[in-house]
Every structure is written in structure tokens, then in C-alpha cells.
């Protein structure tokens, strides 16, 4: 089986699903269930017995060692993370506790139980250590795109303690020998995703015929992956990626935030469209984040030569099963929106002890 970490989250949850439809391994799932964790994603697991769901901590020590050590995973696939820029930007410490301080008690924890493996289990270990392209900084317009030898610039809260791990696990690994892959992906998209973020902010809030917000001058450029396509790029380097390198990841779309929202206004307008006219009428402009980076681009030629992975979905195919999966499920929407998605756990949890 596998430890996965954040695996409640949007991607940790997209990964889950899709790693029980596409391989027979059980899961264990360690995710503290902070607001962004919702197990509302994972109801179709609920009554699978390859998905162990245990609410905890990854800097409870003491926890992540006896997981460990009862479940003997072969592998850890870490997301949990706090993860959006803007709640960084207030908020900076959640953001070290977790990604700096929880990778690692993570790394300290693995590496004990790593060294009581046999010489054929501690071969074949891995921890996979899920990042972003953020840690890269900005791009300008004509450069080009991050490669993983592009140095480390992060310029959010965030992004430094994303950072931060990163460099940690690449230590783990010169120091200890501990058998580690990184990923560092661009932006996902896709079922699941919090409504803080851009693209799932921007459906909801049109659904609901609220302002469609725009930071800035709208021309901040990022590359969208498909959430699914990441879940198989990790699958891909977790089970042929060289120890100790690190892959980028990424969807070969680069699209200012401008042009994504009106795909979304294009698309909502063709699938549930609004007698008071097109959803376009709703975008705002609205004071800009400090310090935006103002273009991401991912060069992922490494992890495509070295492994054969290339995403499924183009943007179009993956932004449109996006939209009608939001007008489909209206009934997440509301569940976070109204907060009920946290009585999820007090219900799942009810329903557990009494079966
Ligand atoms: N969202 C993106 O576009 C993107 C892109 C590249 C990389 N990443 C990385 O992928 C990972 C997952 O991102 P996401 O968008 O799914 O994030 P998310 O915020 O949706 O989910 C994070 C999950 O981690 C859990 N968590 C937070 N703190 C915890 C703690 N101390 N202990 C245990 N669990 C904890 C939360 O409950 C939640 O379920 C992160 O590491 C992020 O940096 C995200």
C-alpha cells in the first residue's frame, strides 16, 4: 500500500480516486482536514476498503510513525500543504508549520521507518514530494520556460515554504540517501477544486451572477493542467523516476488569466445559458495581489523523454468537462459554500462506528 498526505484536498483527492481506479494498491490517507480538506470527494470510497482515511496532523510525530510502522506503506505520495497565496499573504505561519515544519517531521519519520526495511524494501521506497512551478518566481514575457535547473525565486509566503521543502527533501536525499522524486507542477484544474481559486471562483461566482473578480490588468499568464493528467504524471514518476531528481510538470497551455475567464463566460453562456446575457457582463477589475508574479511557463520535455508522460486532456477537453462538472454538482458547491461539507466527517465518522 501507499501513504498519501493532503489526500482530502483537490489534487490529494483527484489523485486517490484515480490511483484506486488504476491500480489494485490500498491507500492510506493522513490529512488533518483543515478547510480545505473536504471528505465529501471521496463518498464513492466510502464503503472501499482499500481507502483508510485517518484525520491527522504530519507534524504529529508520533502519529506519522505509527502509520508507518502499521501500515509498512512502500510509498508516501505528500500534497498536504496549505496552499493558496492569498491566505499566505495574511496568514504566513500555517504556512511554515505545514510545509516546512510537516515535510519535515514527514522526512525524519520516513527515514526512521526506511532504515528498518530489508535491503529489497528500502530499494524499491519512495517519497514523493508534490510541488509546484511557484518556486521558480516570475517569468517575463519572452523568457523561456522553467526547466528544473531554473534557480529557486519564490516570491509569496507561499511559494518560499513550498521552497523550503523542496530543498529539504533534496537534503534527505544527499545526506541520508533517503530514495526521493519531486514534482513540480503548474497550475491544476479540474473536479473538486475550492472555490477560492481562480477557475472554480470564477463558475461559481457567475452561477450565481456575482462579479466576476480580475486582479490587476488580467494579463498575469500561468500554465493549466488537467488535475487528472497530474494524478498520471505522478503515478509515472513514482513508478520510473530517477532518485533524488526533480520533474516538472506541466499542460503546454499558457493563457492569461483574461483569456480563462472568458473560456469560462464562453462556456457557461453555451451550456446553461443566462436570459439576462452573457456571463462577460460580470468581470471586474479589482486591486491587484501584492506581489503577483506576473507569468509561469513549465518546460516539460524532461519527464515526457525520460518517462513517456504527456497530459490526456488539451485545455479545451479538460476546461469543459471542468464547467459541467460544476453544473453538475451543485450540490458540492453549496455544501462548501455553506460550510455543511465539514459535518461530512462528524457524519461519515458517525456512520463508521455504528457499521
Ligand atoms: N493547486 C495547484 O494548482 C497546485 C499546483 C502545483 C502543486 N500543488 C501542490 O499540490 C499539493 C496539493 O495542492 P491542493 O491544491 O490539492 O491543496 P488543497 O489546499 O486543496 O489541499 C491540501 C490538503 O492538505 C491538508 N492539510 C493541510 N495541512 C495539513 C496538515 N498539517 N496535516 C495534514 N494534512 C494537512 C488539507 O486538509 C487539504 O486536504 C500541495 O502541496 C501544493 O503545493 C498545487
Not at 493558496?84 to 519535515?104: L, W
Not at 536525499?173 to 522524486?181: A, D, S, W
Not at 459541467?324 to 466527517?345: C, E, F, K
Amino acid at each position: 500500500m501507499i501513504l498519501v498526505t493532503g489526500g482530502a484536498g483537490f489534487i490529494g483527492s483527484n489523485f486517490v480516486l484515480d490511483w484506486l481506479e488504476q491500480t489494485q494498491e490500498a491507500v492510506i490517507n493522513l490529512d488533518a482536514l483543515t478547510y480545505a480538506g473536504n471528505l465529501e470527494n471521496l463518498a464513492s470510497l466510502q464503503h472501499d476498503p482499500r481507502h483508510v482515511f485517518v484525520r491527522g496532523d504530519i507534524c504529529d510525530r508520533a502519529l506519522v510513525d505509527r502509520l508507518l510502522a502499521e501500515h509498512r506503506p512502500r510509498a508516501v505520495v505528500h500534497f498536504a500543504a496549505e496552499s493558496h497565496v492569498d491566505r499566505s499573504i495574511h496568514g504566513p505561519g500555517a504556512f511554515m508549520r505545514t510545509n516546512i515544519e510537516g515535510t519535515y517531521t514527514l522526512l525524519e519519520g520516513v527515514r526512521a521507518h526506511w532504515a528498518t526495511l530489508d535491503s529489497g524494501d528500502k530499494a524499491a521506497f519512495r517519497f514523493h514530494h508534490v510541488s509546484t512551478d511557484e518556486v521558480y518566481g516570475s517569468l517575463g514575457a519572452t523568457d523561456p520556460a522553467f526547466t528544473e535547473s531554473h534557480p529557486y525565486e519564490p516570491n509569496s509566503p507561499y511559494s518560499a515554504s513550498k521552497a523550503a521543502s523542496d530543498h529539504l527533501v533534496r537534503a534527505w536525499h544527499h545526506t541520508y540517501g533517503l530514495p526521493v522524486v519531486t514534482t513540480n507542477c503548474s497550475n491544476n484544474y479540474g473536479p473538486f477544486h475550492f472555490p477560492e481559486k481562480l477557475i472554480p471562483l470564477m463558475i461559481v461566482n457567475a452561477l450565481a451572477g456575482k462579479p466576476l473578480p480580475i486582479y490587476g490588468d488580467g494579463q498575469n499568464v500561468r500554465d493549466w493542467l488537467y488535475v487528472r493528467d497530474h494524478a498520471s504524471a505522478i503515478r509515472a514518476v513514482l513508478a520510473g523516476g530517477r532518485l533524488g531528481e526533480t520533474y516538472n510538470i506541466g499542460g503546454w497551455n499558457e493563457k492569461t488569466n483574461l483569456e480563462i475567464v472568458h473560456t469560462l463566460c464562453d462556456l457557461l453562456d453555451e451550456l446553461k445559458p443566462d436570459p439576462a446575457g452573457s456571463y462577460r457582463r460580470l468581470i471586474t477589475y479589482v486591486k491587484d495581489r501584492p506581489g503577483h508574479d506576473r507569468r509561469y511557463a513549465i518546460d516539460a520535455r524532461k519527464v515526457e523523454r525520460e518517462l513517456g508522460w504527456r497530459p490526456a486532456e488539451t485545455f479545451e477537453t479538460g476546461v469543459r468537462k471542468t464547467v459541467q462538472w460544476y453544473l453538475d454538482h451543485a450540490d458540492w458547491v453549496a455544501h462548501v459554500q455553506s460550510g455543511s461539507y465539514r459535518d461530512w466527517v462528524e457524519q461519515n465518522y458517525a456512520e463508521r462506528q455504528a457499521g
